[in-house]
RNA sequence: GCGGAUAUGGUGAAUGGGUUAUCACGCUAGACUGUGGCUCUGGUGUCACGGGUUCGAAUCCCGUUAUCCGCCCCA
């Protein structure tokens, strides 16, 4: 009988982080501390929330309309009957616990951030998977277009502290539920004469939810709705002015982006700004993160009104450029100090002890558990880049010392009374 | 949901209808009877599973499963 990991999701090992690949754990910390210390600078606070919730949640708020809410998500009935689902998305939560621990109580702005597993029920592919984690914030209690400058410029920091300088902004504005309806009969009208000329996907967003439409990357509806009306230049006095004033900080915050009037992104919650970050270093999956402006949100799922905005940025994706790229990240030393090899039974005892001591005196140390000869531990130590080795055997116990030997550097091995061992180390 | 590919040791590959399946890396033991990084030697796999063709299949065919990749969509 054999198992193997859920289709479309994988394991994260504690390999060598120097080989190929990115599926190893210290790689994976390298981006979280990075993105940690990201939203640190910039004011943001951990969140955590349950992998699940209750499938409504999800349903109000992502849309009946869109592909994840209508085949993508983990849905099942717990032991109580309630229909719950795995979070294909980090926002929703964190809105949920925003408004149901009342944070909104204790500032008039909460800036949130969350490190979070994200889960969807798709055919997998490159940088696409069932399970995939995501970092991202959520900006709420602020109107102020500063803080979409704010909440992109973190998203842009973040990147070019991995070293992902190479990506290219989208921005776009989808309006707000006063402008966008007379958008939607502009955009109808201009395509219904052209339905004929579509794909059938596209025949259904138009009668489901028609700025998808412009998403398509099929060709017929590219050609066939080139010229179509812009929502960018249909947007109602207040929109357009803080798209407007959005812009003009990005320009002074030296973010650099192009105008895309066909980015819709995957939720129907989104108003106002909209954005996406693009790789030209992956494949088709280049999206490595995206977000926008929510500001009926809080209130569609149960709160005070309150506006907001965030992003979610996908943690596979990026750790794909990068290893495409061969940018090398900040890795933690995993090395130990000591490695204690071992000859004779009785030198166990002893050596268990004293492994004990180093570790109570915060030097990091690793003993030999399989039996092996003292080559094979010796091998052992320098494979893990050990900085000493420490032999006990009989000929040590006999004299109550070890026998120390630098690994690196000039090779030098000498007898040190076991009773003075940690201060021997602390102090070189 | 649709389409394309691949499945050989712990890993990456090679070969090939017919006696013990090749190479490298890794792991392990030894050469060096208590010492790493170099070198050499040995060990480490019945070739995903099921069925078919054949005197004979790991090699050809079909199915299953798994994985990878593209479309859709998105992180």
Known sequence: MKYSAPPYMHDVLPTEPQKDGWLHAARWRAVESIFR???????????????????????????????IVSKEMFTFTDRGGRSMTLRPEGTAPALRAYIENKLYGENQVTKLYYIATIYRYERGQRGRYREHQQTGIEALGSADPAIDAEVIALAMEFYRRLGLGNTELKLNSVGCPGCRPDYREALLKFARPKLGQMSEDNRTRFEVNPLRMLDSKDERDRSALEGAPRLMDHLCGDCRGHFDTVKSYLASLNVRFTLDAGLVRGFDYYTKTAFEIVSPDLGSQNAIGGGGRYDGLVEEIGGPPTPGIGFGIGTERCLLVLDELGIPLPLEDERPVVFLALLGEAARPVAVRLQYDLRRAGISADMDYAGRSLKAQMRAADKIGARFVAILGDDELAQQVVTLKYLREDHHQSSVPIDSLVTWITHS
């Open 37 to 67: 210390e990201t939203c640190r600078h910039y004011g943001y606070k951990e969140i955590r929330t349950p992998v699940m919730e209750s499938t409504e949640l999800f349903t109000r708020s992502i849309g009946e309309g869109t592909d």
